[in-house]
């Protein structure tokens, strides 16, 4: 009894399926007429008064003119065709095609397709009522409230309201104009999400990417995978990009690089902010600002950097354990220095070291060759045109050491120091007010002769390849040249001595010595969709779409490879197959395409 009963509902269900499925189309009509030589088999229903009519199932199609194939339960309609599906979609074109049975219609020549939020225009249009979906591939324009989007292929789901474009997919707005490969969008939200080699420009800025997303209303989006953004006189890369037109702000994590075009310099990082309005950029995590300058490349790091100004007064400022390395073209006479900041103005040439915390080793040092220089704050300055150091100006407590090639150390202090370059090498040095030196006098054979000790006003240091050469004592000179075994070793440093050596930068992987790397956030990246079913189904030669009385050929309605959108489980080709190494898995090179 119970089997029966199990049948019984099956068949009464499968009875009320294909009693759905076969729901006659209803239609009214102010003339109808019958034509066997030409139409067999079909009605010709035209206006007089009042257009034609057609109802099935909830949509409802207008026309002048149609032909109804009444028992194969489909028709053909011409002439200022509307058709309407409930309250959310509406439709007008020249020419249209339905058959009732599979629910599928075809429309061409001017097609308008209206939703709440969107209008669809194109040349010709499928659409199947049963998946509740449309699909053009012969190009087709869709008009948000807020941008134009166009592209040769098309599909829009209409329960999750939302558009697939792929292949010459532009999205026009008064702002910035897209240019992707393929873009889905929802016209609800007005949320695009980008996917393959895609360009957003505008006036001010061009952004690309190989997978992000935007949103056209808000103006603001996240891109992921090879982005990048283009301002004027910037480029800013990173593994992750924020960008905010409104705000003129942009924003990138891991792995960034900030590109200054015009005065050939970057800054890498692993954040940085970027406000384009006020010509500034911000990085931390691993800062470094590079710039070359005269063939060399002066680099600078610190916990943070800040850039700001116009590309002609662009100023660099540097807060928290700066240090800085300026490579030798030549490799011979690099120099380097830390402090607790620098500020840097590109179109004086100066560079201020600055103490901050009045701290022993926070005190500013530069060091030229094997010459360190140290006091309260450091200017270095360069020549803007030939962009080679000039001069520097050690202010307060100046102190220069440099230690003897066998013994200790040659010392120079007083309240300034200025020293002068030639060809980025230290020449010469001045220091005055209250200044002392001690240092180890040798003769032609470099044998120690004694160390010497003086006190004077003012003392001009000459140096030869980095090299004390020659000293010259100005007014008040009170000193004398003491036998080393007669000098006391606990009076071989003047006071205030700190020699700093070990914090010495000999190469720029050692701006970060001692450092530990930042812990870097896990990009979520933006996936390729999961792959819908496909829009034309597999059909036996017999079970037609449409009808056999179509304009279209069956072989019409079948997908095509060309016309395929890009998704999470593709078949990777066998082409790429061939390239990949026996050590590497296929599910790598998919993330690596992706």
């Keep these: 009894m119970k089997t029966y009963f199990i049948s019984l509902f099956v068949l009464l269900t499968s009875l009320q399926v294909l009693a759905q499925k076969n729901q006659e189309i209803n239609y009214d009509s102010d003339r109808t007429l019958k034509n066997e030589e030409r139409y067999p088999g079909a009605l010709i229903l035209s206006k007089v008064n009042n257009q034609v009519y057609f109802d099935h199932d909830g949509i409802e199609v207008w026309c002048d003119n149609a032909v109804f194939y009444k028992s194969a339960n489909f028709f053909k309609a011409y002439g200022n065709i509307r058709m309407q599906q409930g309250d959310s979609v509406s439709m007008t074109s020249n020419y249209a095609e339905y058959n009732g049975n599979t629910e599928f219609a075809f429309a061409s020549g001017n097609v308008k397709m209206e939703r709440p939020q969107t209008t669809l225009e194109t040349d010709s249009l499928f659409f199947d009522r049963i998946k509740q979906q449309a699909y053009y591939r012969s190009g087709g324009k ?30 026009t707005n008064p702002e910035y104009t897209i240019n992707s490969e393929q ?7 007005g949320h695009a999400y980008l996917y393959g080699p895609s360009t957003i420009e505008s006036e001010t800025s061009t952004v690309y990417c190989e997978r992000g997303f935007y949103d056209t209303r808000a103006d603001n989006g996240y891109f992921v995978k090879n982005s990048q953004i283009n301002y004027d006189n910037r480029i800013l890369k990173g593994d992750s990009l924020y960008f905010n037109r409104q705000n003129s702000f942009a924003s990138a994590t891991n792995n960034i690089k900030v590109i200054d075009t015009i005065n050939d310099s970057r800054v890498t990082g692993h ?3 970027v406000y384009r309005d006020k010509d500034s950029v911000f990085i931390t995590k691993k800062a470094l600002a ?12 610190s916990d943070t950097i800040m850039i700001t100004g116009k590309p002609e007064k662009r100023i660099i400022r540097g807060y928290y354990d700066v240090r800085i390395f300026k490579e030798d073209r030549l490799g011979e006479n690099p120099m380097s220095g830390r402090s607790d900041s620098i500020f840097s103005d590109q179109q004086s040439g100066l560079t201020k070291l600055i103490n901050i915390s009045s701290m022993g080793n926070g005190k500013p040092v530069l060091w030229s060759g094997e010459n360190q ?17 000039d001069s520097l100006l050690v202010f307060d407590n100046a102190f220069l050491i440099q230690k003897d090639s066998i013994e200790g150390y040659n010392q120079l202090k007083g309240m300034e120091l200025v020293g002068y370059f030639t060809d980025n090498s230290l020449n010469k040095v001045v220091i005055d007010k209250n200044t002392e030196t001690l240092n180890y006098m040798r003769n032609n054979d470099n044998e120690l002769i004694g160390i010497n000790k003086t006190l004077a006003s003012s003392v001009e240091i000459l140096f030869v390849d980095q090299q004390i050469e020659d000293i010259y004592y100005y007014n008040q000179v009170d000193g004398k040249l003491t036998p080393e075994e007669d000098f006391p070793p606990n009076a071989r440093q003047l006071q205030g001595f700190n020699w700093r050596g070990e914090q010495r930068i000999l190469s720029k992987e050692g701006l970060f010595e001692g450092e530990p790397e930042p812990t870097l956030p896990k990009i979520k990246g933006i996936e390729l969709p999961e792959e819908p079913e496909e829009f034309f189904d597999e059909r036996e030669e017999d079970d037609l779409l449409l009808d056999e009385n179509s304009r279209l050929n069956p072989s019409v309605l079948k997908n095509r490879e060309t016309d395929s959108l890009k998704f999470k489980n593709k078949v990777l080709p066998d082409s790429l197959k061939k390239d990949i190494k026996e050590k590497d898995s296929i599910k790598d090179v998919i993330e690596q395409e992706k």
């Design 142 to 171: 869709v008009t948000d409230t807020a941008s134009v989007l166009t592209s040769r292929i098309g599909r829009y789901y209409m329960e999750e309201d939302k558009y697939s474009f792929i292949n010459e997919v532009v999205v």
């Design 183 to 189: 873009l889905d969008f929802y016209s609800e939200s």
């Design 271 to 273: 954040y940085a902010e």
């Design 290 to 301: 590079a710039s070359l300058q005269d063939r060399d490349t002066l680099f600078i790091h």
């Design 373 to 389: 220089m140290t006091g309260d704050s450091i200017h270095l300055q360069s020549n803007t045109k030939t962009e080679q150091l």
